[in-house]
Each structure stands twice: as structure tokens, then as C-alpha cells.
């Protein structure tokens, strides 16, 4: 695995979309030709293809994958056969005599989400952009408050203290609101 | 006592083991402390399920900026092309109709079943294709005809066009490309070019 595998996947990891959507380009035609062989169609292998690239960000934006061998392009098309594999599954494309390919291993899937995430995505959808900045800072990202005061332009922690709090609470009184829940 | 600091630790996976395990116990006995690593937890959760949508729409964004050239370009391509040709002619006029044809026709390359050096696979499509790149058309085009009876899409279409029209037999390749020149598939900005050069052949 060469230093710019490395470097991508720290930054897939980071949360950075810029390399999510360097990766969905740079593979593309190479898995929609690989995906040609098994008679699977165009616009298919299409869903195919954006499905495993959003597992992929699940497993490194949200897990914090680290891979312990291969690429992130062994690992993108390991997730996309499996998913070719299950359709033609479904389809009964695979017959007795046919070699049935090696099933390579299932990467973790994302359960279903809850109620109760259900209603916080809902309800911090509809909060303000400074308030999704700040809290997606805090909770999503996991970044220091120094770090929040720099990469967020803000004036010193105290403040950065104080809208995070404020936007918490906004979005909590949101949910009550909406819900008719007491605190 | 704010315990922002640890809760994130402990959801981002960044205690060792020994301190993880103290951590959840902890929790078991403090229910408030559980209530709030949940609270953050699902917002975690609420958050990314956001970020996922916003990178679906990327993903749109990116197939939309690739699916068709714009309408201009289809128009402009072949026409500049066509110009070219008939310049050639007007100024040329000792080349006959084949040379320009000879000068310009360029097989379409493999890119809808590309070949790996050194496999193994002996399937029909791998031996169809074999034979296409190295210009066997006929045997290309007796396979994809063959093909196209179990299989039949725009791409395997034009490709056997284009098997045709290198075995020459334009007349054939012609009637293909001009029933393609409508349908939205991978090449279909390619297919006007080669049937525009075809009446040349």
C-alpha cells in the first residue's frame, strides 16, 4: 500500500467529501466495464456503484475504518461484487453448472436507523447553517474547541462554548416541541 | 461536571481498552451519564445520515455532468469532422472516396469488455473480443450477432456495427448505426462520426 493510498484514506476517514467524490470519478468506468461481465445493465451497476461508494463513506467517515491490507479501490470493488453477486443472486443467474464465484467477505452493513435518529436528522435538518456548522463540528468531526475557534473563524472558546450550547438547545426544544415530550 | 471530552473519546473509539471498559461500567451505574453518550450518539448517527445524502446528491451531480454532452456538442463534433472531410475532398480532389475513407477510419476501441493480459477465461464474450481487438471482425461480428440473441443492448449493438463495418460490409453497419443514432447509451456520441464515415467506404 503506497503513502497516497495512505494519505486517501486519512482523508476519508477526515470526512473529506472532495475525496470521496476523487474516488467515486477515478473508478467509475473501471467498475461499470468490470460490472459489464456478469450481463448486469448500465443503469444498474450504476446504483451499484453509488451504493458502494456510500458504504464505503459509512465504513470510513463513520466507523473510522483503517485498512489492514489492500487498496481503497480493493475494497470499493470488493464492496460493488458483492452487491453484483446478491443481484444476480436474486435474479437465479447463477446455474448449477456455472463456477459460482468466490463471495468475497461482507463488509459491516449500516443497520436501520432508530426513532429517535430518525427525529434528531429531521429536526437538525431544519436548524440553521451556523448552527449545523458548529454541532457537526463538535459531534461529527470530534474536533477540539481550539481547533473549532480556527477552523471555524470563531472568536475565542468562550464563544464557540456558547453557540454550541445554544444550538443544542435549540434543537433539543425543537424535538420537544414537535413531540410534546417534557424534559 | 462536563464530560463532553470523555463521552467523545469513547464514541470515537480513542480510549484503550482498560479505560473503555471503565467507561461502560460507569455508565451502567450513572444513567444520566448514559443518557447523554446516547443523546450523542444518535446525533452522531442523525448527522451522518445527512452527510450521506448530501454525497448521494454529489454522486447526481457528478452523473449529470456525465451523461450527455451538451446538445451543442453532439451537433458540432460530427459537423467539424464532416467539414474536415469535405475539405479534404475539395482540396484534394486527386483522393478518392476509399483513401479518404482509409485516412481517416480508425477501429473504435475495446472499452466495453476490455481483455486482461495473461486470463484465462475462455467465455464466448472474452474470444468475441479477443477477435475484435485483433481486427478479426468477421469472426467479431458472426459472435456478436450470435450474442445479441441472448443479450441485446445499445453497447453490444454498436459494437457489432462496428465489426461489420471493419469486415466491410457497410451496407449492414450503416442500418445499425442509423437505428442507434437516437438511443442514450455509453457511445452514442461516437455513432454519427462512424456512420458519417461509412459513406465513404
Not at chain 1, 473508478?27 to 448500465?42: I, Q, T
Not at chain 2, 475532398?89 to 495473461?118: C, D, M
Request: hydrophobic letters at 35%.
Amino acid at each position: 500500500m503506497g503513502n497516497m493510498d495512505l494519505e486517501l484514506e486519512d482523508r476519508l476517514r477526515g470526512k473529506d467529501r472532495e475525496a470521496f467524490k476523487e474516488v467515486y470519478i477515478s473508478y467509475r468506468e473501471e467498475f461499470l466495464a468490470f460490472g459489464r461481465k456478469y450481463g448486469v445493465s448500465r443503469n444498474e451497476l450504476l446504483d451499484i456503484y453509488q451504493e458502494a461508494n456510500i458504504a464505503l463513506y459509512r465504513n470510513f467517515a463513520v466507523k473510522g475504518k483503517k485498512l489492514e491490507s489492500g487498496t481503497v479501490k480493493t475494497y470499493l470493488f470488493g464492496i460493488g461484487k458483492f452487491k453484483i453477486f446478491d443481484l444476480l443472486k436474486e435474479r437465479k443467474r447463477f446455474k448449477q453448472a456455472d463456477a459460482v464465484p468466490e463471495i468475497p467477505q461482507i463488509p459491516d452493513y449500516h443497520p436501520e436507523p432508530s426513532v429517535e435518529v430518525r427525529l434528531l436528522r429531521k429536526h437538525f435538518g431544519s436548524l440553521g447553517e451556523s448552527c449545523k456548522k458548529i454541532l457537526k463540528m463538535f459531534y461529527y468531526r470530534g474536533l477540539a474547541i481550539a481547533e473549532i475557534v480556527e477552523q471555524g473563524n470563531y472568536k475565542d472558546a468562550n464563544t464557540v462554548k456558547a453557540q454550541k450550547s445554544r444550538c443544542l438547545k435549540k434543537l433539543r426544544e425543537s424535538i420537544k416541541s414537535r413531540t410534546g415530550k417534557n424534559g | 461536571m462536563d464530560r463532553h471530552d470523555d463521552i467523545m473519546e469513547y464514541l470515537l473509539g480513542k480510549l484503550q481498552e482498560e479505560d473503555k471498559n471503565a467507561f461502560e461500567k460507569e455508565m451502567e451505574n450513572n444513567p444520566a451519564l448514559k443518557a447523554e453518550v446516547k443523546e450523542i450518539s444518535d446525533l452522531r448517527e442523525a448527522i451522518a445520515l445527512e452527510e450521506e445524502e448530501a454525497l448521494r446528491n454529489d454522486f447526481k451531480q457528478l452523473e449529470k455532468g456525465k451523461t450527455k454532452p451538451k446538445v451543442f456538442l453532439w451537433i458540432l463534433i460530427p459537423l467539424v469532422l464532416l467539414g474536415l472531410i469535405l475539405g479534404s475532398i475539395y482540396f484534394l480532389k486527386t483522393e478518392s472516396q476509399e483513401e479518404i475513407y482509409a485516412s481517416y477510419y480508425e477501429p473504435f476501441p475495446n472499452a466495453l469488455h476490455p481483455i486482461v493480459r495473461g486470463e484465462t477465461d475462455k467465455s464466448e464474450k472474452n474470444q468475441i473480443f479477443l477477435a475484435y481487438e485483433a481486427g478479426d471482425f468477421n469472426i467479431a461480428a458472426m459472435g456478436l450477432e450470435q450474442l445479441l440473441k441472448e443479450e441485446n443492448n445499445p453497447e453490444l449493438r454498436f459494437y457489432y456495427a462496428l465489426s461489420l463495418q471493419g469486415n466491410k460490409d457497410y451496407e449492414d453497419a450503416m442500418s445499425i448505426f442509423n437505428e442507434l443514432e437516437n438511443a442514450d447509451f455509453d457511445y452514442s456520441s461516437h455513432v454519427l462520426w462512424y456512420d458519417v464515415l461509412i459513406g465513404f467506404g
